[in-house]
């Protein structure tokens, strides 16, 4: 029964309105794809998997931690790959079930079967999965 009751309230968190929230944890059903909305100058959302086969596996020079598994898009611009030091993993996350979006700050993620897609304003953005990964 306390899970039931943790799962309604993790879900109504990510229905209600974000006035005092500056960050919003979400995760896929399966697990494998954790997100992060983020307010701030200039919002964004970012998702990191846990298990991929990379479709970005030539780290550039300039990046001296990982690269490929996390993946990010600003309010403006195209999304990208990050480099990345640091995790949006968040345990106890609430999941964003197949077929829901999560809209916040102008920018959209969609859950699928298929991967998460989130995107901007601008139409800018990546689609991730356990099999591909994805910047427009």
Request: proline share 9%; with cysteine; charged share 15%.
């Amino acid at each position: 029964m306390r899970a039931l009751i943790a799962a309604h309230v993790a879900l109504a968190a990510l229905s209600a309105p974000a006035a005092a929230q500056d960050f919003i944890p979400f995760r896929s059903p399966t697990g494998n794809i954790h997100c992060m909305m983020f307010s701030g100058p200039e919002p964004g959302v970012r998702c990191d998997l846990r298990e991929l086969v990379p479709s970005f596996p030539l780290r550039p020079a300039w990046c001296e931690a990982d690269w490929g598994s996390a993946f990010e898009v600003l309010s403006a611009g195209p999304g990208a790959p990050v480099c990345a030091g640091d995790t949006v993993i968040t345990p106890g996350a609430p999941i964003l079930d197949y077929g829901r979006s999560l809209a916040r700050w102008g920018l959209t993620c969609t859950s699928r079967e298929s991967g998460m897609t989130c995107t901007n304003a601008e139409g800018h953005g990546f689609t991730v999965s356990r099999r591909s990964q994805k910047v427009f």
